[in-house]
């Protein structure tokens, strides 16, 4: 045989085992002893899997709670042609991550790049705390959040302070000493139960947020958390005026906070289904290069999801630039206090288009707002329900969805009735995709709302 040839077969032999050593698997009955290679041999803690990670490792995460969280950092970042990820072994039979605590403060932490989380349930403390008749949780979340806005950080516990602030998945951090990470994928998650945010990310770039269900999530939170969030993104690069950020597909409900917001006034705030969160100023606490850098130059889209029963807004944007809120289904959000959110709106942002989505606000309250110079064109919506700014491509009428639920664990179906004036009411819009949230073709007739009839 030719010498070129062996070479060549070399070379894909070499290339198959190295794709088969960058498989890992990791089971609540795992082994450390085991090699962690195969189903049958996996390891069980995730330090273990952490000290094990190269570019291009999946890592098949078994069934089982884990009682661990998963810290990822600069260190353990993948390539462009070789992400990391962590995948539910067994789709159907969710690993799932129960995690909080003193000195807990994310599930999931990621400060690295190129990263795909995938399929895993993770479950906050919610349901554990508040089972005296004296709500002692609630009285200590308060006491910290009251304690820190008059006295700052001095002497503050933060480690007991974390117990009631505890996040999901957290992508990127505030500050000089955040990872800045950057193509971060967070699909077909169930994130729950979080005193602290569901899925958030700050100072981060190039995420997708798709397909994951949120729910019970920032109740506790002295920071005005909510359910889904980008606040501060940061340029990674030069590519400018693409759309680099996407929350598409997911179902987002009863994220609230009943604590005040520690550093803005002691008052109630946020607790939003999903929040674009100021991305026309850098993060003032960042590195001077970051400063320099300015507002966010690329674009956001926000489409397909459903919101209900949310404590803030379904979905809003808050001084940003550049979103794109498209063929959302917003249903009796602002639950907790009338702050005179809205379903969905934009405040004090620049250049951004709310095109083709359902608002369904509880009687007295928002449908839209038009507040602060909110910067967006507002086209093809339906409102119902509660007030409303009308603009003349818009329109108030039921939409008429096949199930709507008496409150947020109630069976809901968004779907539209045969005969929903949102039917072929809807708009193609530039950066719309072209399937509604579940995989069904839109064509040249769009429907308004996340999805088309059936």
Same mark, same amino acid.
């Given at each position: 045989?030719? +010498?070129?040839?062996?070479?060549?077969?070399?070379?894909?032999?070499?290339?198959?085992?190295?794709?088969?050593? %960058?498989?890992?698997?990791? @089971?609540?009955?795992?082994?450390?002893?085991?090699?962690?290679?195969?189903?049958?041999?996996?390891?069980?803690?995730?330090?273990?899997?952490?000290?094990?990670?190269?570019?291009?490792?999946? #890592?098949?995460?078994?069934?089982?709670?884990?009682?661990?969280?998963? /810290?990822?950092?600069?260190?353990?970042?993948?390539?462009?042609?070789?992400?990391?990820?962590?995948?539910?072994?067994?789709?159907?039979?969710?690993?799932?991550?129960?995690?909080?605590?003193?000195?807990?403060?994310? $599930?999931?932490?990621?400060?690295?790049?190129?990263?795909?989380?995938?399929?895993?349930?993770?479950?906050?403390?919610?349901?554990?705390?508040?089972?005296?008749? /004296?709500?002692?949780? @609630?009285?200590?979340?308060?006491?910290?959040?009251?304690?820190? *806005?008059?006295?700052?950080?001095?002497?503050?516990?933060?480690?007991? $302070?974390?117990?009631?602030?505890?996040?999901?998945?957290?992508?990127?951090?505030?500050?000089?000493?955040?990872?800045?990470?950057?193509?971060?994928?967070?699909?077909?998650?169930?994130?729950?139960?979080?005193?602290?945010?569901?899925?958030?990310?700050?100072?981060?770039?190039?995420?997708?947020?798709?397909?994951?269900?949120?729910?019970? =999530?920032?109740?506790?939170?002295?920071?005005?958390?909510?359910? &889904?969030?980008?606040?501060?993104?940061?340029?990674?690069?030069? #590519?400018?005026?693409?759309?680099?950020?996407?929350?598409?597909?997911?179902?987002?409900?009863?994220? *609230?906070?009943?604590?005040?917001?520690?550093?803005?006034?002691?008052?109630?705030?946020?607790?939003?289904?999903?929040?674009?969160?100021?991305?026309?100023?850098?993060?003032?606490?960042?590195?001077?290069?970051?400063?320099?850098?300015?507002?966010?130059?690329?674009?956001?889209?926000?489409?397909?999801?459903?919101?209900?029963? %949310?404590?803030?807004?379904?979905? *809003?944007?808050? +001084?940003?630039?550049?979103?794109?809120?498209?063929?959302?289904?917003?249903?009796?959000? /602002?639950?907790?206090?009338?702050?005179?959110?809205?379903?969905?709106?934009?405040?004090?942002?620049? %250049?951004?288009?709310?095109?083709? =989505?359902?608002?369904?606000?509880?009687?007295?309250?928002? $449908?839209?707002?038009?507040?602060? /110079?909110?910067?967006?064109?507002?086209?093809? =919506?339906?409102?119902?329900?509660?007030?409303?700014?009308?603009?003349?491509?818009?329109?108030?009428?039921?939409?008429?969805?096949?199930?709507?639920?008496?409150?947020?664990?109630?069976?809901?179906?968004?779907?539209?009735?045969?005969?929903?004036?949102?039917?072929?009411?809807?708009?193609?819009?530039?950066? &719309?995709?072209?399937?509604?949230?579940?995989?069904?073709?839109?064509?040249?007739?769009?429907?308004?709302?996340?999805?088309?009839?059936?």
């Amino acid at each position: 045989m030719h +010498k070129r040839i062996i070479s060549s077969i070399l070379v894909m032999l070499f290339a198959v085992v190295a794709m088969a050593q %960058n498989e890992l698997y990791v @089971s609540p009955t795992g082994k450390d002893s085991n090699d962690g290679k195969t189903p049958d041999t996996p390891w069980k803690s995730i330090s273990k899997v952490l000290n094990n990670i190269t570019p291009g490792t999946t #890592v098949y995460v078994m069934p089982g709670t884990f009682t661990s969280g998963v /810290e990822l950092q600069r260190k353990h970042s993948g390539t462009e042609d070789a992400y990391v990820t962590f995948q539910a072994y067994d789709p159907q039979n969710r690993p799932r991550f129960y995690y909080g605590g003193s000195g807990k403060w994310n $599930c999931f932490n990621i400060q690295a790049s190129y990263i795909i989380i995938d399929g895993l349930e993770l479950e906050g403390y919610n349901q554990t705390f508040d089972k005296t008749a /004296e709500k002692t949780d @609630s009285v200590a979340a308060y006491n910290y959040s009251k304690t820190y *806005h008059d006295n700052g950080g001095t002497g503050f516990d933060w480690n007991g $302070c974390a117990k009631y602030n505890t996040n999901g998945i957290s992508v990127g951090k505030g500050g000089k000493d955040g990872g800045f990470p950057h193509h971060v994928i967070i699909r077909n998650c169930i994130v729950h139960d979080f005193p602290g945010g569901g899925i958030g990310s700050q100072q981060s770039d190039y995420l997708t947020f798709d397909n994951n269900i949120v729910y019970n =999530n920032a109740w506790y939170c002295m920071y005005a958390c909510s359910g &889904m969030s980008i606040l501060n993104p940061y340029n990674s690069d030069d #590519v400018n005026n693409v759309y680099k950020m996407f929350i598409t597909n997911n179902t987002v409900y009863n994220n *609230h906070t009943k604590i005040p917001w520690s550093t803005s006034n002691f008052r109630y705030s946020d607790g939003n289904g999903i929040i674009i969160d100021v991305n026309l100023t850098p993060d003032g606490s960042s590195t001077d290069a970051i400063k320099a850098d300015g507002a966010y130059r690329s674009k956001t889209l926000v489409a397909n999801n459903v919101t209900y029963f %949310n404590g803030g807004s379904g979905i *809003h944007s808050f +001084k940003a630039q550049n979103v794109l809120i498209v063929n959302n289904t917003a249903y009796h959000n /602002e639950q907790r206090y009338n702050s005179g959110y809205g379903e969905i709106f934009s405040q004090s942002g620049k %250049n951004n288009r709310l095109y083709n =989505n359902i608002m369904y606000a509880r009687p007295n309250q928002r $449908c839209n707002n038009f507040v602060k /110079e909110g910067g967006a064109v507002y086209s093809n =919506n339906i409102y119902y329900g509660g007030k409303y700014t009308q603009v003349a491509a818009d329109k108030y009428k039921d939409p008429l969805f096949v199930k709507i639920p008496g409150n947020w664990n109630e069976e809901a179906d968004f779907h539209l009735q045969q005969g929903s004036p949102a039917i072929g009411f809807g708009a193609v819009v530039e950066g &719309m995709p072209a399937t509604d949230k579940g995989g069904a073709e839109r064509g040249s007739s769009v429907d308004s709302g996340a999805y088309q009839a059936k």
